[in-house]
């Protein structure tokens, strides 16, 4: 069984991987509101009121990024 293939959700393998995928997928999601809840906080004791991201060439280098 492969990504690609269809997963046969009448089987008990298809029903393991998208059980499997599905608490993978949750717990990323999980990690990243953590994380975005931390960062949050940290910008509020730096007392950054905003942070944007720089319109140039969508760079994702920390100094592509404005403060203001």
């Known amino acids: ?12 393998e298809g029903r393991f991987m998208f059980t499997v995928l599905a608490a ?3 717990y990323e999601l999980e990690l990243r509101a953590e ?4 960062g949050i906080e940290a910008a509020k004791r730096r007392e950054v009121r905003s942070l944007r991201r720089c319109q140039r060439g969508g760079q994702h280098a920390p ?3 404005e403060f203001g």
């Open 35 to 38: 994380c975005q809840a931390e």
């Open 63 to 65: 100094e592509a990024w």
């Open 1 to 12: 069984m492969s990504l690609t293939e269809n997963f046969d959700l009448d089987a008990k």
């Open 24 to 26: 993978a997928s949750e």
